[in-house]
T-cell receptor, first 115, second 112 residues
């Protein structure tokens, strides 16, 4: 019953360092998403992948890149981390794009601190 | 970007109390959803609403899709300690390319 698995759970970076957050889902879902959660601001969409082979920008894509490696995996990369990217990052998946049913399945989150 | 205004931002509950929270927007939404996030976990869907005026229950939870399609509320009856967490409203509309837009969250805490 893994669902959506994301790694690492915690990471501390220095400004300018790069890192990749990994995400995998075992529900055979077509669509995958990366959100960031900041206090009082809810969840904001960074990038999403409607289906294998496609990726699109969300509300706050600047400073991030993504790769839909295959149907299971969707990674988020920070090329040059900035303190403003300190946040909790959530990967999510859904059978089809969220607009159909609205049900997303979330991972447990990755807490990133940029010093 | 899209704005969903959720209130209250936080509230304390005492076991047995009823709880209400709501979400409003200046835009019309096609779908309203309510998610709950337990500490250290990702959000989990509680209730989904697909039609204006729809009232749906899930155990002690009741949610309504506002007639104007610009608001929704969630009620929790007879709260219990495990109700603590962050509750998010979310919605989809054509303006956001059918992506989910989330409210800022309502944090429920237990009164000391």
């Amino acid at each position: 019953n893994a669902g959506v698995t994301q790694t690492p759970k915690f990471q501390v970076l220095k400004t300018g360092q790069s890192m990749t957050l990994q995400c995998a889902q075992d529900m055979n879902h077509n669509s995958m998403y990366w959100y960031r959660q900041d206090p009082g601001m809810g969840l904001r969409l960074i990038y999403y992948s409607a289906s294998e082979g496609t990726t699109d920008k969300g509300e706050v894509p600047n400073g991030y890149n993504v790769s839909r490696l295959n149907k299971r995996e969707f990674s988020l990369r920070l090329e040059s981390a900035a303190p403003s990217q300190t946040s909790v990052y959530f990967c999510a998946s859904s059978e089809a794009l969220a607009g159909n049913t609205g049900e997303l399945f979330f991972g447990e989150g990755s807490r990133l601190t940029v010093l | 970007g899209q704005q969903l205004n959720q209130s209250p931002q936080s509230m304390f509950i005492q076991e047995g109390e009823d709880v209400s929270m709501n979400c409003t927007s200046s835009s019309i939404f096609n779908t309203w959803l309510w998610y709950k996030q337990d500490p250290g976990e990702g959000p989990v869907l509680l209730i989904a609403l697909y039609k204006a005026g729809e009232l749906t229950s899930n155990g002690r939870l009741t949610a309504q899709f506002g007639i104007t399609r610009k608001d929704s509320f969630l009620n929790i009856s007879a709260s219990i300690p495990s109700d603590v967490g962050i509750y998010f409203c979310a919605g989809t509309n054509n303006n956001a390319g059918n992506m989910l837009t989330f409210g800022g969250g309502t944090r429920l805490m237990v009164k000391p």
